[in-house]
């Protein structure tokens, strides 16, 4: 599955973003999404996964209630709204899919391009 994300941009400290990831191929509803971000000069870092019929869904404990991944079957479209946005929050997001919602990037193998979100305090 292809997969593309956007919908990053620039916000203040407690802004709210909405990241989108479309993918194109087939039966996607039978594919986990995750989102992973990576900071400057940081290592990659699970965000948030969301299975394939988006009844099972699990967040790194640093969201805290902030964020919502979300999907869309139908659009072939995956979501995550951030809100309370904190300039430890700015990274390049990315979504990624897999047969399985985990945690670990390595088992997740189509990627899409990184997204750029920017917090400014």
């Known amino acids: 599955v292809q997969l593309q994300a956007y919908g990053g941009g620039l916000v203040r400290r407690g802004g709210s973003l909405r990241l989108s990831c479309a993918a194109s191929?087939?039966?996607?509803?039978?594919?986990?999404v995750g989102w992973f971000r990576r900071a400057p000069g940081k290592e990659r870092e699970f965000v948030a996964t969301?299975?394939?019929?988006?009844?099972?869904?699990y967040y790194a404990d640093f969201v805290e209630g902030r964020f919502t991944i979300s999907r869309d079957n139908a659009k072939n479209m995956v979501y995550l709204q951030m809100n309370d946005l904190g300039p430890e929050d700015t990274a390049v997001y990315y979504c990624?899919?897999?047969?399985?919602?985990?945690?670990?990037?390595?088992?997740?193998?189509?990627w899409g391009q990184g997204t750029q979100v920017t917090v400014s305090s």
């Open positions: 969301i299975s394939g019929s988006g009844g099972n869904i």
């Open positions: 990624a899919a897999g047969s399985a919602g985990t945690v670990h990037a390595w088992e997740y193998y189509d």
């Open positions: 191929g087939r039966s996607f509803s039978s594919y986990a």
